[in-house]
């Protein structure tokens, strides 16, 4: 006997249909390339996503075809990829930091047939256009004010190509182990090698991401992906903001310390992810806007460095504009006599597991309390947490 309760496919269309009709007004707030910023909703995403489906398949785009993006974290990027796994077609983001002639490798070898383009990188597509050997038509994420003249085969801008067909669209149906998307390693010898995403296994990781022991994403949350979209699907952030219905901030191209700053300050996310030489240039910005008395708080990975160059167990230079650490004799000596990572469990690993529990424990609490709570409990709430915060910081502290 099989059960019968929510008998349905794990496919990511139903993670923005689930947004689209439960967080319709939730906002998707990006910084575009062409200057202003632009915000629309889950609902809104969702509707104009079922158009970019029903104009691949007039372009002939069909169940198991790749389809390329080169582009940058956009709400348009957004919808190019509920738009093609709507159809069981396969998003290959191709990762612009590649050298050219691996950008056309991996676009052959994955045989695209369509590419979406943004802006910013139609100069590198028009000089080596040549060597793509597959693509068929180039949609640039644009709309006619801002379309420039371009030599790229088939070229047209988003915004006139999805305004040929009406939206009155359904999902395709396949089976939840279809490919859903693709990406090309950069790190390895020889060739890129391709990576496939099924449908069923971005679902599981979308769930697993908006849990409590991982990266807690909830309702209340306003998240800002910092990493590229063509970086392991942005480590999913994407799709776990709509499943968990938070609001979603978007950079696009403006990834320098400044204008990252000035995102927080003005749209105020509640988290963001990124990788550590992003961080990094951040906190060497804020140091410098601040005249030296803004520090990283305790617990970054900065301080914590600097208290071991302190003691002389590393040393510290700059390389090309990064800081870098080494151990020194002692450090080395220090490593040498540290626990074996492999060794079993002692009492504090047991006792720092509950920690950890408690800790997603408190962070559920939270959110259910921001979910449901009225307003005089949520600043109960807060300062509940704020005084834990305080004491865990004064146990610190203690001799």
């Not at 597991?353 to 921001?370: I, P, V």
């Amino acid at each position: 006997m099989l059960g019968l309760m929510q008998d349905w496919p794990l496919l990511l269309h139903c993670v923005i249909d689930h947004a689209a009709n439960f967080h319709g007004e939730r906002k998707i707030i990006t910084r575009s390339v062409e200057g202003p910023i632009h915000t629309t909703n889950y609902r809104e995403v969702r509707a104009r996503a079922l158009k970019v489906s029903q104009r691949l398949q007039r372009d002939g785009i069909k169940l198991g075809d790749r389809v390329a993006t080169l582009a940058w974290n956009t709400w348009r990027h957004l919808e190019t990829w509920y738009g093609i796994t709507g159809i069981g077609a396969i998003y290959h983001t191709v990762n612009p930091r590649l050298f050219p002639e691996q950008i056309c490798w991996i676009v052959n070898h994955a045989e695209d047939r369509m590419m979406f383009v943004d802006l910013t990188f139609l100069p590198i597509l028009e000089k080596h256009a040549a060597g793509l050997k597959t693509i068929e038509r180039y949609v640039i994420l644009t709309d006619r004010a801002h379309m420039p003249q371009t030599n790229l085969k088939n070229a047209v801008a988003y915004e006139d190509w999805i305004a040929e067909v009406d939206g009155d669209f359904k999902w395709v149906e396949f089976d939840e182990n279809t490919a859903a998307g693709m990406c090309y390693t950069s790190g390895t010898t020889g060739n890129p090698k391709g990576v496939v995403y099924s449908h069923r296994s971005s679902f599981l990781h979308t769930m697993g991401t908006c849990t409590a022991n991982g990266m807690g994403v909830g309702a209340s949350d306003s998240v800002l992906p910092i990493v590229s979209m063509y970086h392991a699907n942005a480590w999913g952030l994407p799709y776990a903001a709509l499943m968990a219905g938070a609001d979603l901030v978007l950079p696009d191209c403006h990834l320098d310390a400044r204008s990252l700053i000035d995102m927080v300050e003005k749209l105020r996310p509640t988290m963001a992810g990124a990788v550590p030489t992003i961080w990094n240039d951040v906190m060497r910005r804020l140091e410098e806007m601040s005249g030296g008395l803004w520090r990283p708080s305790p617990g970054s990975v900065y301080p914590q460095l600097q208290m071991l160059e302190d003691e002389g167990l590393v040393r510290s230079s700059e390389v090309e504009g990064s800081r870098t650490f080494t151990l020194t004799e002692a450090g080395q000596a220090e490593a040498e006599q540290a626990a074996v990572p492999w060794q079993a469990p002692g009492e504090t690993d047991e006792l720092v597991r509950g920690l950890r529990l408690g800790m997603g424990q408190l962070m559920s609490a939270a959110k259910q309390l921001a979910g449901a709570g009225e307003t005089t409990q949520i600043e109960r709430g807060i300062a509940v947490i704020q005084k834990a915060r305080k004491e865990l910081y004064q146990i610190l502290a203690e001799d």
